[in-house]
T-cell receptor, first 112, second 116 residues
Framework: DAKTTQPNSMESNEEEPVHLPCNHS???????IHWYRQLPSQGPEYVIH???SNVNNRMASLAIAEDRKSSTLILHRATLRDAAVYYC?????????????FGGGTRLMVKP | DAGVTQSPTHLIKTRGQQVTLRCSPI?????VSWYQQVLGQGPQFIFQ???????GRGNFPDRFSARQFPNYSSELNVNALLLGDSALYLC???????????????FGAGSRLTVL
């Protein structure tokens, strides 16, 4: 499986935008980019996914580089509830199973 | 709708004992996956079941086993517990067995196992 690289931690101020980067230089053409986050004392939670085009949903936006070797998860206005570990994960479209390969993720700290 | 429910939430065992963890998926979800999360690390895949059949197995010893019941609930069993088995055990359910598009996983809050 192609690997992802994320910063260990990031800090943000409340109500400011947050850009969480992810590098995936060995991504294949059939890999989707998925983001999950894990709030304290909870299981991971799906955030967003995309293949080539930028994506928006009620939680966040996903910006994908033209060469697909990197992507950025954008939280438009961080709240204290967004403090979590964010995981960037690649999933092959031909993967017949539900195995997700989690890395270390980025721990986002939000300051009031 | 109820989310993915796991039991027990916390348990303490001693080395050599056996443990059974339980998971009820979201109604309508036929796939259940199990993950182990050691403190400070991301979750690691253990097993996936779909329609009561094993669909995937991660790099875990044979001491780990699982099964899925006709109502799609699942159990994870770990025999001969070691100190290193101390972790958060997560269950995730999904409608489909795979596919990278809209088939997202919904995780439970986990069962925290401590082995003394």
């Amino acid at each position: 499986d192609a690997k992802t690289t994320q910063p260990n931690s990031m800090e943000s101020n409340e109500e400011e935008p947050v850009h969480l980067p992810c590098n995936h230089s060995t991504i294949s053409g059939t890999d989707y980019i998925h983001w999950y986050r894990q709030l304290p004392s909870q299981g991971p939670e799906y955030v967003i996914h995309g293949l080539t085009s930028n994506v928006n949903n009620r939680m966040a936006s996903l910006a994908i580089a033209e060469d697909r070797k990197s992507s950025t998860l954008i939280l438009h206005r961080a709240t204290l509830r967004d403090a979590a570990v964010y995981y960037c994960i690649l999933r092959d479209v031909y993967n017949a199973g539900n195995m997700l390969t989690f890395g270390g993720g980025t721990r986002l700290m939000v300051k009031p | 709708d109820a989310g993915v429910t796991q039991s027990p939430t916390h348990l303490i065992k001693t080395r050599g004992q056996q443990v059974t963890l339980r998971c009820s998926p979201i109604s309508g979800h036929k796939s259940v996956s199990w993950y182990q999360q050691v403190l400070g690390q991301g979750p690691q895949f253990i097993f996936q079941y779909y329609e009561k059949e094993e669909r995937g197995r991660g790099n875990f010893p044979d001491r780990f086993s699982a099964r899925q019941f006709p109502n799609y609930s699942s159990e994870l069993n770990v025999n001969a517990l070691l100190l290193g088995d101390s972790a958060l055990y997560l269950c995730a359910s999904s409608r489909l067995p795979g596919g990278a598009g809209a088939n997202v996983l919904t995780f439970g809050a986990g069962s925290r196992l401590t082995v003394l």
